[in-house]
């Protein structure tokens, strides 16, 4: 398997959405519905006008939504105050029939009012993730682990590998299900040459995702549906227009969903190494062989030499060999444990840390609803003023980056995407090379 893919499908569906109809073509109104997020409470229409802060992300590993507004209405100082597991509803309409629509329900987790300015907070309203329980898992894989989860608690699953190095009785000692797999997916191990993340998406999806095989995926041929956000007015046929997967900040594609107006680059490499070394001692007692086991541990990098690898000064390895990141990790009963329990945490979370030591966020005019969390995608950053040397393109900045993080956010009227994506290598100009 090389790209994320779906096992099957989520049993949970969100909330009806039953709005009074009045007047005008019916079809019409549901077409445009959801252009701008629309938010539905206790049977309530939150209007456009009284939302002055919109924000749908991924918090956690989970989808989180941040609104502040004005209750104009009066409803939710009255009788549709929140009371305890109260749901608000979210719907986001991706503006073809090709791409899912964002439905999703959450709850209110954090309610304030401050005269006539309201705030909350909900986090997915999956009810089953929120329950603790004692439960053994006997001679599973933590990728077959996570689909029997899954499938209770009634989400549908996503992923790019086949199935994981680490098969053991897994035991959740009372923790909530949404603990416990975070836990799995620490001590989940596939190889030397993969790492693992997992999180839930917009979709009532569990996404099990091996990193390091969508950093080297090739996406010369991957696709997407192209818009301009005007298909409403416009009714035009390239509203389903199937073009090439990318993102540029190329004034030519300024009306697409292709383009974004800002960009801000990250650049957090030399602190990162700082706190955390180049690489990762470990260390740590085994109980039964009654023996202490020391390991060296590097993240994973990409050998070509069209790259740039950020650990340490080129041609000058003194610093690198010396900068060591140490770790014990105890004593250990490693009886129920699979072979790299103890390695995989650390495996995972230095390839993790490694990952994110040069990072780019940009804002999307247009949303772009074909992008998923941890999909590679090309992107090209143009020179606002090219010269001889330089040219158009910056071919430093330009290039293949990993997504890791999408936020839909709304203010003052204007819905906006931001898109958070790091790069763990950099590139190497045609001058250089």
Request: glycine fraction near 4%; proline fraction near 3%.
């Amino acid at each position: 398997m090389s790209k994320i893919i779906n096992r099957f499908q989520p049993e949970i569906k969100p909330g009806k959405i039953n709005i009074p109809y009045e007047s005008g073509s019916i079809d019409e109104y549901a077409e445009g519905l959801g252009f701008f997020p629309f938010v539905w409470y206790n049977s309530y229409t939150l209007d456009l006008n009284d939302i002055s802060l919109f924000e749908l992300s991924i918090v956690d590993g989970m989808p989180t939504l941040k609104m502040t507004f004005q209750d104009n209405a009066g409803l939710m100082r009255d009788k549709s105050f929140p009371l305890d597991d109260s749901i608000i509803s979210v719907f986001i309409n991706p503006r073809t029939t090709q791409l899912k629509p964002i439905h999703l329900d959450f709850k209110i987790v954090d309610f304030k009012i401050d005269q006539i300015v309201y705030s909350c907070i909900g986090v997915l309203d999956v009810k089953k993730l929120y329950i603790g329980e004692f439960k053994s898992y006997k001679n599973l894989s933590s990728y077959e682990l996570l689909q029997k989860v899954s499938k209770e608690v009634g989400l549908g699953f996503n992923s790019n590998v086949e199935n994981s190095n680490d098969k053991m009785t897994w035991i959740n000692t009372g923790e909530k299900v949404q603990h416990f797999i975070e836990k799995v997916v620490d001590n989940s191990y596939l190889s030397d040459q993969s790492f693992v993340l997992g999180y839930i998406d917009f979709y009532y999806n569990y996404n099990y995702v091996d990193l390091q095989k969508e950093l080297t995926r090739n996406i010369e041929s991957v696709n997407g549906i192209s818009n301009t956000g005007l298909e409403l007015f416009a009714k035009s046929a390239d509203r389903e227009n199937v073009s090439p997967l990318f993102f540029t900040n190329d004034v030519a594609f300024m009306e697409s969903n292709m383009y974004f107006s800002r960009y801000k680059i990250l650049n957090k490499s030399t602190s990162i190494s700082i706190s955390k070394g180049y690489k990762t001692v470990i260390k740590y007692y085994n109980n039964i062989s009654k023996e202490y086991l020391p390991f060296t541990l590097d993240s994973i990098t990409d050998d070509a030499k069209s790259k740039i690898i950020l650990k340490g000064t080129p041609k000058d390895s003194s610093f690198a060999n010396e900068n060591l990141d140490y770790i014990y990790k105890g004593k250990l009963d490693p009886d129920n444990m699979h072979i790299n329990y103890a390695y995989a945490q650390i495996h995972n979370d230095r390839n993790l840390v490694d990952l994110e030591k040069i990072g780019l966020e940009i804002e999307m005019q247009t949303p772009n609803f074909n992008i998923y969390k941890f999909q590679k995608i090309l992107v090209l950053i143009s020179n606002q003023a090219p010269n001889v040397q330089e040219g158009h393109t910056n071919q430093r900045l330009s290039g293949e980056w990993l997504i890791i993080d999408i936020k839909y956010k709304m203010m003052d009227l204007k819905f906006t995407q931001l898109v958070t994506l790091v790069k763990r290598e950099l590139e190497v100009s045609n001058v250089e090379l």
